[in-house]
Every structure is written in C-alpha cells, then in structure tokens.
Nanobody
Framework: QVQLEESGGGSVQAGGSLRLACTAS?????MAWFRQAPGKEREGVAR????????YYADSVKDRFTISQANSENTVYLQMNSLKPEDTAMYYC????????????????????WGQGTQVTVSS
C-alpha cells in the first residue's frame, strides 16, 4: 500500500494562487487530484500518468490549474491559479500502481491509495 502525504492547502482571496503537493511512499502508474465540497460528490480535478507525463483536467479548472511531477521524489504538484470561490473544497491526492485501474473510470482512474486531504478555501 502506498502512503500519500499532502500539503499546501490554505485560504486565499479570489484570483490568488496556491500550490498543493502530494508525496507518495512508492512508485505509481498514475496520480490525480480530486476535490470534495460540502454536500457535493468527490470530483476529479487533474490526473497525470507518471511514466508518460500525460495529463487530463476537468473543464472547470482547465487553463487555471496545472498538474506536474517530480519523479525522483514521487511527488505530484497542483498549481492553482486564478482561484475562484467555487474551488473551495477538500483536495485529495490519489495514487495507483496498476495500469488497468488507471485506465478505468473514464479519464480519472480508480485509486486504492488516498491522502488525508488538504483544505482549500477561496474567499470572494
């Protein structure tokens, strides 16, 4: 089982930026960021295939958020710019080492390993 540690959440005003980081204890085939706002279902935000670097973004964050990785550190980042109040949520990092699970669930993958979450709050 891969352990995940997230960091970088916080409170910012609309238009501001934050960078989230997620460090995994082992190698993964894919990693992703999801988020869940109060009263809403968890939704995919951004996904990266660690070998190819291929990425996918939710339409709501495209052109504002960037997922990247530091392979030597088993770390993925989520750079969030032009933040909006509707980006307020708990953000979770997921990691998966099995290829077919990364290809399941549409563009997002099915993750067995999750971080504890980091809160992002954007005020207007």
């Amino acid at each position: 089982q891969v352990q995940l540690e997230e960091s970088g959440g916080g409170s910012v005003q609309a238009g501001g930026s934050l960078r989230l980081a997620c460090t995994a204890s082992g190698n993964s085939y894919c990693m992703a960021w999801f988020r869940q706002a109060p009263g809403k279902e968890r939704e995919g935000v951004a996904r990266i295939y660690t070998a190819s670097g291929g990425t996918y973004y939710a339409d709501s964050v495209k052109d504002r958020f960037t997922i990247s990785q530091a392979n030597s550190e088993n770390t993925v980042y989520l750079q969030m710019n032009s933040l909006k109040p509707e980006d307020t949520a708990m953000y979770y990092c997921g990691a998966e080492s099995i290829a077919w699970r990364c290809a399941a669930n549409g563009p997002w993958g099915l993750y067995r390993n999750w971080g504890q979450g980091t809160q992002v709050t954007v005020s207007s």
